[in-house]
Structure formats: C-alpha cells, structure tokens
C-alpha cells in the first residue's frame, strides 16, 4: 500500500513557477512508476508527466514540454514537479499518483494508476 501526499500548490501570476512535492509512504518507492495529473473544473483528468526510475523512462504531455520537470529524491521518498513559464490554462487540481510495483511501465492513462494523492490547487493569474 502506498499513501501519497501533495503540497506546494498556491496562486502565481502566469509566467511564474511553483514546485509541487508529493511524499509517498511504502518501501520501495524507488520501484513505483509516479506521475502527475491535472484536473480542471469541468475537465476531465489529463495527464501531465510520468516518470519510471527503474528504466530511467520520463513522459510530458506536448503541453508542458519544456516548462515542467518531474523529479524525484528517493532519500525522501518524494517526487517533485517542477513547473516554470505558468500559463492561466495550468489551472488546475493537481494530483500525485503512482503504479502498482508490478506495472514499470509509464502511462498516460489515468485509470492505470493504482494510488492517488489528495490533489492540490494550483491558479495562475494574469
């Protein structure tokens, strides 16, 4: 079981740069594909930036590239998305999830992923 815990998200004004972090529980995080998700009112779920350590496999959605860095610290058991160049349509609930140990692959689709954080606010201003 792996419990995962989102902070970092708040009000920017579009151009600026927020961190999300997302500590997760379990010991072998280092094993577990994580990614990142976004929810817009109205919207469904998108994807945002997957990351498998063990095949060293990273994966942004085209809207993103270049902005965003996944990354994470195993020492601490957190995965970090790094967002930079914040646009008013980054707007969103953002959530931390991760895969079973079993699947190392990364995917796009929401519903492969096993657990989910609680989601946390991210608005850009203009």
């Known amino acids: 079981q792996v419990q995962l815990v989102e902070s970092g998200g708040g009000l920017v004004q579009a151009g600026g740069s927020l961190r999300l972090s997302c500590a997760a529980s379990?010991?072998?995080?280092?094993?577990?594909?994580m990614g990142w998700f976004r929810q817009a009112p109205g919207k469904e779920r998108e994807f945002v930036a997957a990351?498998?350590?063990?095949?060293?496999?990273?994966v942004y959605t085209d809207s993103v590239k270049g902005r965003f860095t996944i990354s994470r610290d195993s020492a601490k058991n957190t995965v970090y998305l790094q967002m930079n160049s914040l646009k008013l349509e980054d707007t969103a609930v953002y959530y931390c999830?991760?895969?079973?140990?079993?699947?190392?692959?990364?995917?796009?689709?929401?519903?492969?992923?096993?657990?989910w954080g609680q989601g946390t606010q991210v608005t850009v201003s203009s």
């Open positions: 999830a991760a895969r079973d140990p079993n699947n190392v692959r990364v995917s796009t689709t929401p519903r492969n992923y096993d657990y």
């Open positions: 379990g010991r072998t995080f280092s094993s577990y594909v």
């Open positions: 990351n498998s350590w063990s095949s060293g496999t990273t």
